[in-house]
């Protein structure tokens, strides 16, 4: 498997803070080995009842590379999607997949934004565009052609109202809703002129969703769920995202559009659009390299902040949980232990690579060759290699603390100690490699949203303690 928190977390560039601590501080080599946290990982799981899902044939993910659905033969469909898991459209074609259950097996691609694409890629499709899928040698392009092919090929369960039906005439009008409220949050999104214009043009837009939400009887935009609403979901959770962190407007959360609300929530408990959930921090800072950029308002800031995890609480430990009306809306909820559990195992396993990928923030890590334009990645940096043993030192006390809780850590024989406590490792090296990662973290593509936020926060608990 492609080493997660490692070719994912791809990157250098500007988006992120890197923590610049004040003196050299020597910090101890007591974490547990690798063995051993991999030993206490298999425990925990076993205890917690938390073994890891296959990934071919268990709950949707953005790990897996084929997809069976336990149907058995050789998949037929071969989806070219982003390795990042940040194109909307790809986001599309994943959750028909998923939800119809085709089996499918997946080669991911970069996005021009963050890396090169293969020579055989280009061949087959000249345009570089995603997603592609091929089937029996077949190339289709643009997303929404795929959607009929996939609807064709495999007709149950049908993701749209038969040919010809009332309710086919009514989707065909909300899919056209869906690109105005498309163009709508485009034109507040990326422009720095008619803010106010552009706000309440938006808003308008918003309120004619809300009005077809509100028209089914159920919580979907048609009275099944189906294409419809697959094709509404990345464009909605990029919505919220965007609009929150850059104009400082809370879509989710605030009551104002609640057959929305209830839209998300049905949603969050459907297994492939909870599977492929991403994350605010991950949203804004993708979003920019594809669009072009996106401009701010200044009453956006206290937004920003608390999504980048600059506003002294929303990356730190104790975490305030999640809930439907969190600035982060998630609806299934969070289990501290088992999102611990998940992002220590995810971290020992790719423990390598992770370790080399926190080096390119290290003093002497170098921007790549070719620098790419997505502040998130950048497969070409240079990490810094000769600081392996510190980084890799204070990776196993993260692993450590994920898997403990830092309190029973910190009162254990292997606690972190910060400040000169031994003629260690230097913290001041270690640091901003952690910070690195910390800011690299994407969601789904590395961890769900709950693993993520463990991470973040016990990768600042341990630049915190570095630095005390
Ligand atoms: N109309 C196309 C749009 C696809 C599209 O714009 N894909 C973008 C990613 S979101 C892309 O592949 N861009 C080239 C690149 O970034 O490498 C569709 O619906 O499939």
């Not at 720095?192 to 969703?209: K, P, Q």
Request: proline residues 8%.
């Amino acid at each position: 498997m492609l080493s997660g928190l490692a070719r994912a977390l791809g990157g250098q560039g500007g988006a992120a803070t890197t923590a610049a601590p004040q003196q050299a501080i020597q910090f101890a080599d007591n974490a547990p080995s690798w063995e051993e946290l991999q030993a206490a990982v298999e425990a925990k799981q076993q205890a917690l009842n938390a073994m890891p899902a296959p990934l071919e044939t268990g709950p949707s993910n953005s790990y897996a590379l084929r997809r069976t659905f336990g149907k058995p033969g050789e998949p037929k469909v071969k989806l070219y999607r982003d390795h990042a898991a940040w194109c909307p459209y790809c986001h599309k074609i994943v959750l028909q997949l998923e939800e119809k259950q085709i089996p499918y097996v997946i080669e991911k691609i970069n996005m021009r934004c963050y890396g090169d694409k293969p020579p055989e890629f280009m061949r087959k499709v000249p345009s570089g565009l995603l997603p592609v899928l091929e089937v029996d040698g077949q190339i289709i392009t643009e997303s929404a052609v795929i959607q009929q092919v996939l609807e064709q090929l495999q007709p149950e369960p049908a993701m749209l109202p038969p040919s010809g039906s009332a309710e086919r005439q009514r989707a065909a009008e909300l899919m056209r809703l869906e690109r105005q409220l498309f163009s709508a949050w485009l034109q507040w999104l990326c422009n720095g002129w008619g803010h106010e214009s552009n706000r309440d043009n938006f808003c308008r837009t918003m309120d004619a969703v809300e009005a077809a939400l509100g028209e089914a009887e159920g919580p979907y935009f048609l009275e099944d769920f189906g294409l419809v609403d697959i094709t509404f979901a990345p464009f909605l959770e990029r919505i919220v995202s965007s609009i929150a962190y850059y104009k400082g407007f809370r879509v989710r959360g605030e009551g104002r559009w609640p057959n929305l609300e209830r839209w998300f929530a049905a949603m969050e408990a459907r297994p492939a659009y909870a599977g492929f959930k991403s994350d605010h921090y991950t949203h804004v800072h993708d979003l920019p390299p594809q669009l072009g950029g996106c401009v701010s308002v200044p009453e956006a800031k206290p937004f920003a902040d608390a999504i980048d995890g600059k506003d002294g609480k929303s990356w730190r430990l104790p975490l305030e949980p999640l809930s439907a009306t969190s600035l982060e809306a998630h609806t299934p909820g969070e289990q501290p232990e088992i999102d611990r559990l998940q992002a220590a195992a995810r971290l020992v396993q790719n423990r390598e690579a992770v370790t080399k990928f926190c080096l390119r923030g290290a003093p002497g890590g170098k921007r790549g060759p070719r620098p790419v334009s997505a502040a998130l990645c950048d497969p070409t940096a240079i990490p810094a290699l000769e600081h392996w043993d510190a980084a890799d030192a204070a990776l196993r006390h993260v692993a450590h603390a994920l898997l403990e809780g830092v309190e029973a850590k910190q009162a254990s024989p292997q606690a972190l100690a910060a400040a000169g406590s031994s003629a260690g490792h230097e913290g001041a090296t270690v640091a901003p490699a952690l910070a690195y990662l910390r800011d690299r973290v994407c969601v789904p593509r590395d961890l769900k949203l709950p693993a993520a936020r463990q991470f973040r926060a016990h990768l600042n608990w341990a630049i915190d303690t570095l630095q005390q």
